[in-house]
């Protein structure tokens, strides 16, 4: 009973959330300005003051070899064939995202993941890392402590862990000292790109941006609007603030049913409608024990031995099978009603689904993740 009230919650909050796709949005909140987007960056670095969850030295020679480096680069010079057993330093991967106009000086947070066997990061402090894009070219320096949201315990063959140790976060971590150049539409016109291709709704746009500005907007396939726009920069921004306000009503998404069969979760949205079909959920459950038999020779027997066989019971049971009418047209509401009332759970619904859909009786498109 459980598992079905929290189908029918989860679908129903899935229906709510999608209804609102019918009420207006803002233009900001569906397409995107071609050419103004966030660049990946991407490091490696050390991770030091560890309480002895680090990296162990032994199976990470990468670590050593980083420590190596750096304190030769500090002036410190080690003997040749020093072997360093050190449980306070991580060796990680640095992650940040530069959004577009970032200009040097000014700070965006960062990532830090464990690359080698460190058991915790938590306490640690980055040492100075530099992030490089896909060109190969430094456009960020990090550093700072790391905030890991987790906690650890151990005490002998015992241990308590809360969330996730290996991955921590430095708010403000990364200062950007190369600044990437970015371009606002090219020459008299810059171009809109939907999130999501829909012929429909790039109507609607190009119908709502020549209502305050009339001819400007043409329609160039089902993703992209090309918008004829001022010359003068400071114009051309306060033009693009004008464009992305306005509030536009977005087509009906199109049918489809999500299937995540590893977890078992089924998410339909609002537009999924059926043919009028029928549904018969039963069980089928095939029992089979092996049981030992032993057989002895009788009494005062001259020959003979003790025998051991198997004996076998094979039971089947079938439960009741519900058949289930689902009409013409059923809405979202009455597809789970009339699916979880035949007794359907979550994974029964996965079966049920693509055998609807292979009968041409779901009119919606089934995608399996």
């Excluded at 020679?61 to 330093?89: A, C, E, H």
């Excluded at 400071?234 to 693009?240: K, P, V």
């Excluded at 059923?330 to 079966?351: F, M, N, R």
Aim: hydrophobic share 45%; proline share 4%; glycine share 10%.
């Amino acid at each position: 009973m459980k598992m079905r009230n929290i189908i029918i919650y989860l679908v129903l909050i899935t229906g709510l959330f999608l209804s609102s796709v019918c009420a207006a949005d803002r233009i900001k909140d569906l397409a995107s300005i071609q050419g103004v987007r966030n660049n990946q960056l991407i490091g490696y670095g050390l991770v030091v003051g560890l309480d002895g969850t680090g990296d162990m030295t032994v199976q990470t020679p990468f670590t050593v070899q980083s420590i190596i480096n750096m304190l030769g680069q500090l002036g410190v010079n080690l003997p040749p064939g020093t072997n360093l057993q050190l449980r306070n330093v991580a060796a990680v991967m640095v992650t940040a995202t530069l959004p577009a106009f970032a200009k040097p000086g000014q700070h965006i947070d960062v990532t830090v993941s464990s690359l080698g066997n460190a058991k915790s990061l938590r306490g640690g402090t980055l040492l100075m890392t530099p992030l490089k894009g896909a060109d190969n070219q430094v456009y960020a320096m990090a550093q700072g402590s790391l905030l890991v949201g987790g906690i650890g315990a151990a005490a002998g063959g015992s241990s308590v862990q809360v969330n996730h140790l290996s991955a921590g976060r430095i708010a403000g971590g990364g200062i950007v000292e190369r600044e990437i150049s970015t371009t606002v539409g090219q020459g008299d016109y810059i171009n809109l790109e939907l999130n999501s291709t829909d012929f429909t709704t790039v109507h609607r746009i190009v119908d709502a941006i020549n209502g305050i500005y009339p001819s400007a907007a043409t329609a160039i396939d089902g993703r992209m609007i090309q918008v004829r726009a001022p010359s003068d920069n400071s114009q051309r921004i306060m033009f693009l603030s004008q464009i992305e306000s306005l509030n536009v009503t977005p087509a009906r998404a199109p049918a489809k049913v999500i299937v995540n069969s590893r977890t078992g979760s089924v998410v339909m949205n609002q537009a999924v409608t059926l043919e009028t079909s029928a549904v018969a959920h039963g069980n089928l459950s095939i029992i089979i024990n092996t049981e030992p038999v032993i057989s002895q020779p009788g009494p005062f027997a001259q020959r003979g031995e003790t025998v051991v066989t198997q004996r076998s019971q094979v039971e089947i049971r079938t439960d009741e099978g519900n058949l289930m009418l689902l009409p013409n047209g059923a809405d979202l509401g009455e597809v789970v009603k009339a699916l979880t009332a035949i007794g359907a759970t979550t994974q029964d619904l996965l079966s049920i689904l693509q055998a609807l859909k292979a009968a041409g009786s779901l009119r919606a498109d089934l995608e399996i993740i």
